[in-house]
Every structure is written in C-alpha cells, then in structure tokens.
C-alpha cells in the first residue's frame, strides 16, 4: 500500500471512531460516519463501498437519530415529564454540554449534556406543578432516556463501522 494511500485510509479509520466516539457527547456522530464513508467511497471510485451499502447507512444511520431523540423524550413523559419539561429537558441538556466543554479537557460535556437534561426537566416541571417530588422524577426520567439513547445510538454507530470495514475487507 503506498504511503499516501495508507495516510488516507488511516484518517478515514480516525474519522469512523470519532463519529462513533462524538455519540457520547450527544453530536450526530451517525452522520459523521455516513459523510466519511461517502467520500471514501467517492475517492476509490465505489470499489468496496458502494450505493447499496451507502443506502444502508443512510437508513441505520436516520434510525439512530430518531432512537437516540425519542428515547430522551420518552424517558422523560415516562416519568411524568409535561412538554415545557420535555423540551427544557432537550435544550438544558444542548446548553449543559456546551457549557461543561472546559472542564476534563472536553469530557465535562459528556455529564454536562446529562446534568442539562435532568436540570431542564426538572426546571420545566417544578415550574410548573410547584412540586418537588414530580419534578425530580422528570429528570430522572430525562437523565435514564438520555442514557438508553446514548447507547442505543452508540450500538448503531458501532453496527455501521462494522459494515463499513467488512465491505471493505471482505
């Protein structure tokens, strides 16, 4: 394999884990990986990779994102949540990830994106019932469906890596 060649497909590989890697800190790694995989393919002339396979990540890779967004909202409701909690819960969770990007050399988003949830949920609920005890619950719920998003969607991220590099191995 040629030196530039061997450059190139070492930077696509990066790029494949940090998509998948990008998943804990609530981006859409799942896109990352699908533009990657594009250019690849692109860029080898649809060799190993090509439409049917692209096709397929584009569908895993919508599906991820609609888990990894319905589950939050459903963990929240779940757990009583109303839709000022749901949706404080969504943007507490957007802010809190910003904000905590400093701290831990960029892992501070990671908890600041799960303490936003549950701090939205729990604000939007409080502020509106005036009750502690159901606000609390709401952001637990937002906080355990934030987690099983994150999961669900890092599984799905790992299932396109996996067929991305078995296409291109096999």
Known sequence: MPLLEAAGFTVFVVILLVGVFSIIFGFPGTFLILGDVVVYALATGFEKIG???IIALVCISLLAEATDFFTGVVGARRYGSSKSGV???IIGGIVGAILMIPILMGLGAIIGAFLGGFAGAFLGEYLE????KPAIRAGYGAFIGRLAGV????????????????????
Do not use: D, E, H, N
């Open 51 to 53: 439409c049917k396979i």
């Open 87 to 89: 949706v404080l819960s």
């Open 129 to 132: 019932q005036r009750k502690f």
């Open 151 to 170: 999961f669900l969607k890092g599984s799905l991220a790992i299932v396109m890596v996996v067929i991305t590099m078995s296409a291109i191995y096999f």
